[in-house]
Structure formats: C-alpha cells, structure tokens
C-alpha cells in the first residue's frame, strides 16, 4: 500500500445533533480519493441565528477537492442527513447514492430548487454492493425512526469500515427494516476494522424499546376520550403514524392528515412500498362532516414550529377545524433540546382552550429512533471492531461515547467536525485539523457563519438602533438639518421625545465642532454617533447600534 | 357585611412562572382595602423579549388605586416574589412586610436603587399578625429553596385564607423551616375558606425528597475525584450550597465561592442568622495555592447564563481558575424550562475542556423546592379548604391542579392574570377581567409589553436593516444623491455589491419618476422602499426593515 491512509473526516454533526456530513479517504495523503456520507443540514434558533433559513455544514474544504469526491452516500431521509443536497448540488457533483425511499426524497428535493435528478441513483441494500473508487459500499438496512435507514458497511484496503448512520437496535419495528442481528453477524464476521457510530442516546440508561409497544397504549388513550382526538409526531415518522393511524381506526375513528410534510411523506412511502396497510383517509373537507368523537387528526408540528399545523390549531383555526375543550392533543414524540419553549406555547395555548394536553413525559407515547446506552454497548460486542469512533451528537455525546468504549476495553477517538483521523492502522490519530464551520441560508444566499451578517442583526435585537441623516449646508453659512429615525427603542427620554433631544442635540454639537471636523464626513460621523451614544444612554441607559448617513450641499 | 365582597386578582404568576403579583381586597365593590402578595419579576429570553432587562407585570390596575393599597406582604426572597419592588417603588407607597432575610434582601435592593428603605418592615412569623386594613396577616413558615420562606395566613371577615407561596413539604430541610405539620394543623383547625396554592410541580409523580438527602450522595461524588471539583446551584438555594460545602469539607477539600449573588446570599444568610455552621470559605486569591484535589468552588451560574461565574469558567479563565481535563464539574440544580440551550451550551464547552459533567438526571444530587403532585394532595387535605385556587404556574400547570382538585372532591376555579376572582361565598365566581400585561424593563426605561419596541427588534434580528438616505437637488436641475447602510444582511447579490446595486435602482427609479411623486417627501419615501424591497427580494430572497431619511435642498 505504499504511504497509503485511509482517513475520516466528519464536516458536520460531530459536534451536533444535526448537518450531518462524514467524508471517508484512501490514498495517497493529500492525493486521497473520497466519498462523503450524508449532507444535511441543521435548524436555526433566534438566540443564535435569527432570520436564517438552514444551517450547513461549511463544504469548502471539500469543495475544493470536489475532483477527487467518487460518491455521495445518504443513509436515510431525515433531513440533518439529505437537507443540504440541493444547495451544494452544483459543487459536488458526484453520483448521489441512495435506497428508493431516501431516493425519491432527495430528489424531490433537488426537482424544488430546480435542479436535474441525473445524478441520484436508487440501490439496493446489502449485500449489493457499489464500487466508489477504493471503496466497495453496502446499504445494510437497521431501523430507525424513519423508513429505509441504512448503516454503510465499508469495504476499504485497510479493511472494513461500518458507518452506523442514525439506528436502533428494533427487532419488531413497525414500518420498515428490522435490525437484523444474523446479517449484522455476517457482516462482523470477518473482522471489522472500524465502527463509526451514533452517539444521540449515550446517555439514556433506559432500555431501548420497539415501535411495535406502543399501539396497544395508545389505542386504550384514545378509546377513553369522547371528543377530537389530536395527535402530532415527526412527518418523517411513518412507522408512528401508522401506530397512531391504526390505533385510532381499531376504535372506530375517521383518520384525516393535516400539514403538508406529513401528507408527502406518506405518499412517497405509499409510492416506494415502504408503507402498506395504511388505513384508508379522508380528506379535510370530508372531516368536518364527521362527529368530533369518531375523528382523530395526525397533524404536523410536533416542535412548536410556528407554522405547522400544530401551532395553528393551538392559536386558533386550521383549515376549518377549532379544538374544543375536551378534545385531547398528544404529542407522540419528544422535544428536541432547545425547543421546550416553542413547544410549551403551543401546550399552554391548547391548554387555554380547554384541551387536555399528553406528552412524553409517562413514556407510554413514544419511543426513541435511536440506540440507548446499553443498546450501544451490544452494538459494539456484535461488531467487535478494532476501533470505536463516536459520531453523530455534541461533544458530551461523543465524550460520554469514548468513555463507554473506555470502560469496556475498546479502542477509540474523540474527533470533532474538521479533525482528520488516520485511521490506516490499529490504533487512530489525528492527522490533521481542518476548518470547519458553519455555512447559513440567508433568504436564498448562502453566507458564512462568521460574516457578521448574523451578528448585525443579534446587535439591533438586543440593542435597539437610532439612524441619523445630516445634511451639510455649506451656503450661504454652513447649517445642519438632522433627521432620526428609531426602530426598537422606547419613543421618549426622561421627559421629551428621544427624536427631538437627539436632534437638538446633535445640531447643537455640530454647530459648535471645530472646523476641521466639519470638513470631513467621516469625523461628522464620529461626532454625531459619540453624541448619540452619550444622549441614549442617559436618557433610556441603552446602547444603540448608530447608524449615520451624511451628506454635504452647497 | 353588606354588599361587601371579597376578592383575589393574580396580576402576575398565574399564567407563568414568574413576576408574580397576587391582588387580595375586601370592601364594597370597587372600593375594596387591598393588599399585594408579592411583587417579583421574570426573565427575558432572546425569543421573544431580545435586549430586555426583566420583565414585569402591569400594575397600573393596582397604580390607580394606591390609596386604597394597605400593605405589600412578600413570601419569600426570590426574584421571581420580589424583583420587581424596587422598579415600583414610587407608585406603590404601602409598608413592605417580609421576614428578616427577606427584608434584607428587599432593603439591599431597594438602596441599590436609591430609594429610602423606611417602608421596609420586618415581621416574625405566625402566630404573629400584622394587621392591613380588614385583614390580618400571619407569615407561616414552610420549607422551600430559600430560607425564611412562609406561606400567608390571610384572616378576612369572610374567612381565613392561606396563600402557600412557593413551598414543599420537606420535614428535615439543611436550613430554614421545616414544614411543621403541627402548625398547619392548627391554623386549619378553625376552617380555611380558600388556599390559594403553588402549582409549580403538579406535574411531578415523583415522592417529594428531603434537601437532607442530598448529603451523603453528593459527599460520595466528591471523595471520588482526585481533580478540581466545582459545583453550581442557585446562589439564593443558601441550603443546598451549605449541603455542597459540608460534602466537600467533610471529604477535606478547602470550599472557595465564586460568583457575586453567590456571596452576597451567604453573606446575608449569615448576617440574619437563618445560616449557622457554614464550613469556613477561602478566599479566590488564596485557593489558587491549594492543589486541587484538596479544592472545591461553588459557583453561580446553574441556568446557563452568559454572565455567570460557569458560564465563564466554560469559555475560558475566571478570576485566575481554569478547569482541565479530569476536573469535575455538578450541577445541583434543574434546568428551567427555556433555559435548555444555555445549559447544553455550558455543558457543552466543559466537555471540550475534557471537564466531567454531572447533571440532575441521576436524580441523586438535587432535589426541587416545590411540592410534587402527592405532597399537594396532602396539603389539601390537610388544610381541607372550601375553595383551592391554584397559582404560581403556566396555563398548564394551573388546569391541571383545577382537574387534581376536581377529582378530589375540592371546589376549585381557575384564574389567569388578570381574573378577579370573587372567593365572598362558598363558591368562587369571575367578578371582572382587568387588562393584566407585561412591563419590561429596558435599559433604566419601562416601556409596554405592546409598545413595539421589541417587535421593531425581532423585525431586524428576523430580517435586517436597509438605511437609505436620499438628497432631492433641486437646482440647477432635480437630482438625486443616495447612501445605502445595510445591517445584518449580506453585502452581496448575485453579482454586484447590493450596496451600489440599490443606489443605482433607486437613482433610477426616482429619475423617472412623476412630477407629483417628488414633491412630497412621502412618496419618494413609498417609492424608495418599494424599490429597496423588490431589489433585496430579488438579490437576496429577504424582505429587509428599510428606513428612509429624504432631504431636499435647493
């Protein structure tokens, strides 16, 4: 193999729950040829990054080695794994590998933002394999909380690599694939050389459950309630709103789905075949023609987003229905962390209707998609790899990950986004640290996290902002005239309008400046911001952004 | 008694937790004598109230009618019960009745501001009564996360009332009252008419636990770690930072606080005498000579918040300590709802520092300062009330302590801010609907909740800013100057600078524009924003906040 390596680099989602992005290398260093796995994206928040749309992973470094990249591997639908696709499609342009579900998802996706779908390729799962340069890939099927999850069982020189994906270890699961413990022995069996794995649930201590547990809880939830029966999980969740469909057929309800998401997703897994038996459902407007207590509506928004269905029926009306008191609202999912306050809106608005609101909170309504702590555990027994390296979570995940394999004997590595392991022999390294931040969709543009885009705007969010128009007149003595314009602060000082005293103010110091002052606009600037900033902060104790536009005229 | 009636009014704390502010009154209608319980505040979030301070509730209702105010009673020293007195301490001119560490606490705050603490009064505790017009007030003492917390006796000549404050029922607390079930069932023995009770943990299953239970786990935790062991808490929580300290003497480590609150509660704590035998602490200059294995520091900062000693020893250095990898780092405390992202992010940036985080979810080292649903349950029984009207939670909280009450058998009413509640007969009814908002503390200035103040800040953190200023030149002929400042969007478009693009875009647009369009201001400023709006649109896909300052000289 001569100087030869095979190395791992996460771009994304070694540092995060979310923007998922692994690239995998073989050759020569610096000359490697590469595959990347999964290209998602992340959600922002109004803390962090107010006004984005998405948040990617930062590609140039592959990018710029684009040249080099053999294929894309996506593992599943969800979108921290397939949300970039369609805004790097022009720069990567790489045969995007895929199962059918997955497939007709990602290239959906791209058909929305108007690109070809040439490049997307459907496969077949394991043993099937692809040749991607060095590398002989395999689609191993596990379950997840989505249809058609994948581990990728990897075969390089070096020997084989297996990329769990996001996985469960679910041996009766609902829709789609079940772990299948003898293939994943088969696959161990000739030795593995490393696992890459999901951290997500490193800390859960509870024992994983199946899919297939819940229905029996549920249907007895709904069979108690005499009125409308809501309930809300992830639009990608097929298996669960089959469970939750079923449930509330078995007790004699009309189902009807509500939010668009939800409606495509169920769709494309009716098209691909991932999804049969699904009860028969009605449409909206059939749905008001049908007694609340023979109705159960599947709904989208199951994190407080503002816009999904969920919200809205907390608000007010959707699409012509209103909830009542007594009508029940479950939420048949978990709460993501850092949406607790948007989805505690949308409790307490239901509550003030008088809607009985269920969560997760009795563990009767939902189960994770992801493998537990001692789920994890088993995992690494069955594959017995060389090496453990933890992915897919923050950095307490991936920390509490590596002690795991500590404790238990196993040889691993903590890297985060933009650490390049070598991972060529027994025992892992860092080769090399790359940059690896953090891109936002802006509107439709792309920006760098680090632009000061975002920065701008956290500024006026916390401090409010006064822009100022002076106008120089130079004839036939010099005069100022002084515009302000406040957006996000309080009106009035301490006993007039905060317009008024800045002008006068400002006018006042402009008119007794020093002459070389005066001559330049940039010292104009400095003048009127230095007198606006003294004037805010004695009359509200703010700090204003400032932003001054001068002009001279003869 | 006439037409006389007796009422009780939330005006804060009865549809969140926080800023609570309970109106009790007895007179003829509208001519009630009053009394406050409570004048707290409640904190901002980047969400929805970006650049705030803190957040008060309205009390104009009250404002008005100041004269017929007879006292403010506070329960407790929490700055969700009293944060807010000082802002209002002008408007509301009533003696203040707290307990001493209270009262210290009140009287502090109070001159931090500049105003006289005469109205200041410091009572003790049941069966003492203060007398306020038609009531009489008893503080009786119950166990809680702060010392010298009580709960009210409210004697009315309708009836006796008991207004919990925040409480649990905790028989062995480190410091402060025991909940002493003797006492309350003395003060029951005669009847209660109405318990107006916390329902902060309505939705806890769990046995309420002890504070002295803690002890043993968190000293075992300690013994442990051969590193820097650093635990945090909240710095008003004065029995859970003796509990930390005395684990980490009774291991032999040197205890250092850090963190002003931190000190400040302690130190007020020890001067009221509610704080005995707290180990000896070492200042932050002289711990850095001990090694740190013999060292543990309690810090403030259990919430996340950027300012915080945590926070601070997670970024980097604070007061000369850096934490390294193997140091141990407890939070004894739980994450308020909302407060997750700053937590992870703390949690977080320890974890890159190699630092070994322990959180609440063992359940092992904190217990809460409210009671469980079971312990709420007792206390009905135990004071065995006519009426039960729930207070101190969101919407949700609140309906499920009315259902908790219903299937019990207790009559009960549930009343958000803002409800007057008439309690003069056995069964409460809604007397009258007051506007009850928010007040916000911005900067030194409180302005509204609705005053669009923080809407105008959302608006630009959403979407940001165009500032154009416009010069009309009239002679010799009309032309036009304009300055274009963007704030939080990106500089470029798709091919140019935005910046020139929309000089040049508006230029035009005003060059070819009618004659009665430019004579007035108004409507160069309508066409300068439609222009602004459709060419950012088209550029970037975003529909900025545009302010235009238009000038014309001759």
């Not at 969920?310 to 007594?326: D, I, N, T, V």
């Not at 555990?377 to 390296?389: A, T």
């Not at 509107?443 to 128009?469: C, E, H, K, T, Y």
Request: net charge neutral; proline share 4%.
């Amino acid at each position: 193999m001569g100087n030869r390596r095979l190395i791992y680099l996460p771009l994304g989602g070694a540092r995060e729950v979310g923007m998922n992005a692994y690239v995998y290398g073989y050759g020569e260093p610096d000359n490697e040829r590469l595959i990347l796995v999964d290209l998602g994206v992340a959600f922002p928040n109004m803390e962090t990054t107010p006004g984005i749309e998405l948040i990617f992973p930062d590609m140039t470094w592959l990018e710029k080695r684009a040249e080099r990249l053999e294929a894309i591997f996506i593992t599943h639908g969800h979108e921290d794994h397939v949300g970039g696709i369609p805004h790097y499609y022009g720069d990567l342009s790489a045969p995007i590998f895929a199962r059918p579900f997955t497939s007709r998802i990602i290239s959906r996706k791209l058909s929305e933002y108007g690109h070809s779908i040439e490049n997307v390729q459907t496969v077949l799962p394991w043993p099937k394999q692809i040749e991607a340069g060095p590398f002989k890939v395999s689609f191993l099927p596990v379950s997840h909380s989505i249809p058609e999850s994948s581990s990728l069982v990897i075969n390089t020189p070096v020997g084989r690599i297996i990329h769990t994906g996001d996985l469960k270890i679910d041996l009766n699961p609902v829709v789609g694939d079940i772990f299948d413990n003898a293939n994943w022995r088969r696959v161990a069996s000739k030795g593995v050389h490393a696992l890459v794995c999901d951290s997500t649930n490193v800390f859960s201590n509870r024992f994983g459950r199946s899919e297939s547990e819940l229905i029996s809880e549920i249907e007895s939830l709904i069979s108690r309630s005499n009125n409308l029966f809501v309930a809300t999980t992830f639009a990608s969740n097929i298996a669960r709103i089959k469970t939750l469909a079923c449930a509330g057929k078995r007790v004699g309800r009309s189902i009807c789905l509500l939010g668009r998401a939800m409606k495509q997703m169920i769709e494309t897994a009716i098209d691909t075949d991932v999804l049969r038996d699904f009860p028969e459902v009605i449409r909206p407007e059939d749905a008001h023609n049908i007694p609340r207590e023979n109705l159960m509506l599947l709904v989208t928004g199951s994190q407080g987003e503002r816009r999904a269905a969920s919200a809205q029926l907390a608000r007010g009306k959707y699409m012509g229905f209103e909830l009542k008191k007594g009508d029940v609202f479950l939420f048949s999912s978990k709460t993501i962390p850092g949406n607790e306050r948007g989805v505690l809106r949308v409790i307490n608005q239901l509550s003030e209707k008088g809607v009985d609101v269920i969560d997760d909170s009795s563990g009767l309504y939902h189960v994770s998609g992801h493998a537990n702590r001692s789920d994890l555990e088993k995992l690494h027994k069955l594959v017995d790899p060389k090496i453990v390296i933890p992915m897919h979570g923050e950095h307490r995940h991936l920390q509490e990950h590596v002690k795991l394999c500590e404790q238990n004997g196993i040889q691993s590595l903590l890297a985060v986004d933009g650490t390049m392991v070598d991972i060529s022999k027994n025992k892992p390294f860092i080769a090399d640290h790359i940059e690896a931040g953090r891109d936002y969709l802006d509107g439709r543009v792309i920006i760098g996290a680090l632009d000061g885009v975002v920065r701008g705007r956290i500024r006026m969010a916390l401090n409010g902002l006064v822009a100022i128009g002076i106008v120089q007149v130079k004839k036939p003595q010099i005069s100022f005239r002084c515009d302000v314009t406040l957006i996000g602060l309080c009106e009035f000082g301490k006993e007039n309008s905060l317009k008024d005293i800045l002008c006068e103010e400002i006018i006042a110091s402009l008119m007794s400046a020093k002459h070389h002052v005066l001559n330049k606009h940039e010292s104009i600037k400095d003048l009127v911001r230095h007198v606006v900033r003294k004037t805010v902060s004695f009359e509200l104790g703010k700090s204003p952004e400032i932003t001054v536009i001068v002009n001279s005229v003869c």
